[in-house]
């Protein structure tokens, strides 16, 4: 349902964007979650199905920027000054919730370098 890409090796200043696309559901809202090795799982940033409401986690704010094209039922984060601490396993989720979490993707690895 969720199919997510975009994630790489970046050092650290660098940008990458990730795209996640809803193949089943186009009224849900759509939002980001990371996972870095030996934390918690974290909000990231979410959007609301008709694009007029965004989130984002402090830290990220100034940094990563969510959108979304309700055409193809698709979110995209731009990241933006990058840091090794972004460093995680990025899911796309979605969901009627908000943040939405009901429908998670497989994930996309960012690296960041230093």
């Known amino acids: 349902q969720l199919q997510a890409s975009g994630g790489g090796l970046v050092q650290a200043g660098g940008s990458l964007r990730l795209s996640c696309t809803d193949s089943e559901s186009t009224l849900s809202n759509m939002g980001w979650f990371r996972k870095a090795p030996g934390k918690e799982r974290e909000f990231v940033a979410a959007?609301?199905?008709?694009?007029?409401?965004?989130i984002r986690r402090d830290s990220v704010k100034d940094r990563f920027t969510i959108s979304r094209e309700n055409a193809s039922n698709t979110i995209y984060l731009q990241m933006d000054k990058l840091k090794p601490e972004d460093t995680a396993l990025y899911y796309c989720?979605?969901?009627?919730?908000?943040?939405?979490?009901?429908?998670w993707g497989q994930g996309t690895q960012v690296t960041v370098s230093s």
């Open positions: 959007i609301r199905w008709n694009s007029d409401t965004t």
């Open positions: 989720t979605s969901g009627a919730g908000w943040p939405p979490r009901d429908y």
